[in-house]
């Protein structure tokens, strides 16, 4: 490892510098591990869910509270309209995140009793959509220049 303030090498992880003194944090351990795509969509179906139910609930008491007054400014109105708006919006992309977490749930692996892994509704009998088995007998050699060095030698090129 280098220092990343005076650039020595042959440092060591969580240590501090020989020569400088910086503390040289290991940057293997800082790094974030994957994140499943489910885990994001558990996530933002909560808080689509989360923040339909409080949009609703104060469009709901500003409603209670305000409608029928006399001198009601024409914004509150407005703020009402909007927070129904956002509920109408949240409600669909929770409705939405949901048919997309079926759909995750389609393409899962899963293990046979064989301890393969495959997926679901693919299977191998009488599909005709499947790929012909491969023909190895006449193979193509890996390069083309292959064995070929001793044609080049004694040739020369004519200057027309």
Known sequence: MFCHNCGQSD???ETYCR???T???DL???AKKPVAPEEHIKANSFLSLMTAVVSLTLAISLN????GREGTHWLI???MGFLFAITAWQVQTYIRMRMLKKQFEK??????NTGVDSLEGITSEGDERLLNEADFSDVIPASVTERTTKDLTG???SSA
């Open 77 to 79: 109105y407005i703020v």
């Open 19 to 21: 020569k400088c003194g």
């Open 11 to 13: 440092q060591s992880p």
């Open 155 to 157: 040739r020369k090129r």
């Open 107 to 112: 393409l899962k692996p899963v293990r046979g």
């Open 64 to 67: 209670v509270v305000i409608l």
């Open 23 to 25: 503390f040289l944090p």
């Open 28 to 30: 293997d351990k800082l």
